[in-house]
């Protein structure tokens, strides 16, 4: 029989304390294989310093970190050559072309083969979009190019595993789409991919797997349909008999009603809505309106953390 592929990320009780405050409390990520993972939580929750563990950059006050089946830190230069990072943003020189930047940080690198240098740097470039703009100086790229570029940099030998710290972060809507499809790519090919950010939106669009961060902590954690079924579906209904109505809907499981004029608003049933309607009829209540709005990603974070989070793009 065949046995589930091994995490590529997971932790047991990873914690890191700065002058006594822990600002990562025991957390356990279990980031799939294949899976494009969504490190979700407001800025300061957490996220970066988490990431710059996972990385060997930041040691842990207390836990366990393995990676790609190999532990961290005491294994991390074994690891690090199978993993591509972008973390806190690209640093490149700003009067090189991009093409020199990768070339220069490829020299640095001792795994890498130099002979096969301009080959890999070429396809990096291609991957990410950059190959019209190889021979352009830094300082002139957009921020999304800028992003791109790091990316490529992450890429420019084969990698398992790629993880990006807020991507998306100061781009505008053009870059943001730029740096989600790359990903979506990168996971075509079978790289698993963990992204942090702040950005419900973009993180709700790009990811399988969802881990969410509050104040340090991980108060959720699996696959996004999963997360998405544990919350509330809401009723909404415009009736002339309102106090009937909720009567009804109370008496059919709802657990949580309000109504302002003729709108009438229920959570916490689990009747589908054709059976909802007949009660309601049955019962002598005019229905002049019903909808049904499904449980959102927002309102079960909401429930989690008792805040929202960004879902501007």
């Given at each position: 029989?065949?046995?589930?592929?091994?995490?590529?990320?997971?932790?047991?009780?990873?914690?890191?304390?700065f002058g006594g405050r822990r600002v990562v409390d025991g957390i356990d990520l279990d980031v799939p294989t294949g899976s494009v993972y969504g490190f979700l939580g407001p800025n300061g929750s957490g996220k970066t310093t988490t990431i710059r563990m996972l990385l060997g950059l930041a040691r842990p006050t207390a836990g366990e970190i393995t990676m790609l089946g190999s532990a961290v830190p005491a294994q991390v230069t074994r690891v690090l050559p199978r993993v591509g990072a972008l973390v806190e943003g690209p640093a490149f020189h700003p009067q090189l072309s991009g093409r020199a930047n990768l070339a220069r940080l490829d020299a640095a690198d001792a795994t890498s083969d130099p002979r096969t240098a301009p080959?890999?740097?070429?396809?990096?470039?291609?991957?990410?979009g950059l190959q019209h703009a190889?021979?352009?100086?830094?300082?002139?790229?957009?921020?999304?190019?800028?992003?791109?570029?790091?990316?490529?940099?992450?890429?420019?030998?084969?990698?398992?595993?790629?993880v990006?710290?807020?991507?998306?972060?100061?781009l505008d809507p053009q870059g943001t789409r730029e740096v989600r499809h790359l990903i979506d790519s990168l996971a075509?090919?079978?790289i698993t991919v963990l992204v942090s950010s702040h950005l419900l939106s973009e993180i709700e669009q790009v990811c399988t797997h969802l881990g969410v961060m509050r104040e340090g902590r991980l108060v959720a954690q699996g696959p996004i349909d999963q997360l998405r079924s544990q919350g509330r579906t809401l009723l909404r209904l415009r009736t002339g008999e309102p106090a009937e109505a909720i009567t009804v809907l109370r008496r059919m499981?709802?657990?949580?009603?309000?109504?302002?004029?003729?709108t009438v608003l229920a959570g916490g049933m689990d009747q589908a809505p054709e059976a909802v309607v007949a009660a309601l009829v049955a019962a002598?209540?005019?229905?002049?309106?019903?909808?049904?709005?499904?449980?959102s990603l927002e309102d079960v974070f909401i429930g989690l953390t008792g805040e929202g989070f960004d879902v501007s793009g």
């Amino acid at each position: 029989m065949a046995t589930p592929e091994a995490p590529a990320i997971r932790t047991t009780g990873l914690t890191k304390t700065f002058g006594g405050r822990r600002v990562v409390d025991g957390i356990d990520l279990d980031v799939p294989t294949g899976s494009v993972y969504g490190f979700l939580g407001p800025n300061g929750s957490g996220k970066t310093t988490t990431i710059r563990m996972l990385l060997g950059l930041a040691r842990p006050t207390a836990g366990e970190i393995t990676m790609l089946g190999s532990a961290v830190p005491a294994q991390v230069t074994r690891v690090l050559p199978r993993v591509g990072a972008l973390v806190e943003g690209p640093a490149f020189h700003p009067q090189l072309s991009g093409r020199a930047n990768l070339a220069r940080l490829d020299a640095a690198d001792a795994t890498s083969d130099p002979r096969t240098a301009p080959e890999r740097i070429a396809t990096a470039l291609e991957r990410v979009g950059l190959q019209h703009a190889r021979d352009k100086r830094f300082r002139v790229y957009s921020l999304g190019m800028k992003q791109r570029l790091g990316i490529a940099a992450g890429l420019l030998v084969p990698r398992d595993l790629l993880v990006l710290d807020e991507p998306t972060n100061g781009l505008d809507p053009q870059g943001t789409r730029e740096v989600r499809h790359l990903i979506d790519s990168l996971a075509a090919d079978g790289i698993t991919v963990l992204v942090s950010s702040h950005l419900l939106s973009e993180i709700e669009q790009v990811c399988t797997h969802l881990g969410v961060m509050r104040e340090g902590r991980l108060v959720a954690q699996g696959p996004i349909d999963q997360l998405r079924s544990q919350g509330r579906t809401l009723l909404r209904l415009r009736t002339g008999e309102p106090a009937e109505a909720i009567t009804v809907l109370r008496r059919m499981g709802a657990d949580e009603t309000s109504h302002q004029g003729d709108t009438v608003l229920a959570g916490g049933m689990d009747q589908a809505p054709e059976a909802v309607v007949a009660a309601l009829v049955a019962a002598g209540v005019g229905v002049r309106e019903f909808t049904v709005r499904a449980p959102s990603l927002e309102d079960v974070f909401i429930g989690l953390t008792g805040e929202g989070f960004d879902v501007s793009g």
